[in-house]
T-cell receptor, first 110, second 114 residues
Framework: GQNIDQPTEMTATEGAIVQINCTYQ??????LFWYQQHAGEAPTFLSY????GLEEKGRFSSFLSRSKGYSYLLLKELQMKDSASYLC???????????FGIGTKLQVIP | EAGVTQFPSHSVIEKGQTVTLRCDPI?????LYWYRRVMGKEIKFLLH????????ESGMPNNRFLAERTGGTYSTLKVQPAELEDSGVYFC????????????FGQGTRLTVV
């Protein structure tokens, strides 16, 4: 099976930087996703990492270390609209099934 | 272009009744996935269709759940008979090809079994 851990809640200040960590244990790793989900809405794709290193996309960056089973999502210049749940998900196995973590609920405060 | 649509958005049924959830993927997407989120828990994989074929149904909880995708277009997920623990949000997602890095999610169906 797969085990994915991420903090359940975080609070950060508007304009600041926040890092959301995710650790995982899996076999047959084939990539890690980050999704954003606002309350009552569909999860939306943010990033995908399959190789080690940092992927930057505007205010959002995602990092992966396969040897450590570790990823983080970095959000810069936080805005109030960034308040949402951030889901870490791992794809692994022969059928490339995607397994989600419980999600980190981020609250951005003024 | 229309996104992934799910119907109904909410459903409240009594224990023992039957409910059918529908998912319309993005047109042309061969891959269709069903997920479920029980309150307080993570989103869990249920099954994966490639066109009309079930590629992986290892996440289906038990035989009260039946998923179909006749013709490889829309999909239905039937729960019969529903139990209290089936309550949760059922998400559908689709992607064009196997191994795609992005799947597009619907807004989910919130099922409440009372």
């Amino acid at each position: 099976g797969q085990n994915i851990d991420q903090p359940t809640e975080m609070t950060a200040t508007e304009g600041a930087i926040v890092q959301i960590n995710c650790t995982y244990q899996t076999s047959g790793f084939n990539g890690l996703f980050w999704y954003q989900q606002h309350a009552g809405e569909a999860p939306t794709f943010l990033s995908y990492n399959v190789l080690d290193g940092l992927e930057e996309k505007g205010r959002f960056s995602s990092f992966l270390s396969r040897s450590k089973g570790y990823s983080y999502l970095l959000l810069k210049e936080l805005q109030m609209k960034d308040s949402a749940s951030y889901l870490c998900a791992v794809r692994a196995g022969g059928y490339q099934k995607v397994t989600f973590g419980i999600g980190t609920k981020l609250q951005v405060i003024p | 272009e229309a996104g992934v649509t799910q119907f109904p958005s909410h459903s409240v049924i009594e224990k023992g009744q039957t409910v059918t959830l529908r998912c319309d993927p993005i047109s042309g997407h061969d891959n269709l996935y069903w997920y479920r989120r029980v309150m307080g828990k993570e989103i869990k994989f249920l099954l994966h269709f490639v066109k009309e074929s079930k590629q992986d149904e290892s996440g289906m909880p038990n035989n009260r759940f039946l998923a179909e995708r006749t013709g490889g277009t829309y999909s239905t997920l039937k729960v019969q008979p529903a139990e209290l623990e089936d309550s949760g949000v059922y998400f559908c997602a689709s992607s064009p090809r196997r191994g795609d890095t992005e799947a597009f999610f619907g807004q989910g169906t919130r099922l409440t079994v009372v």
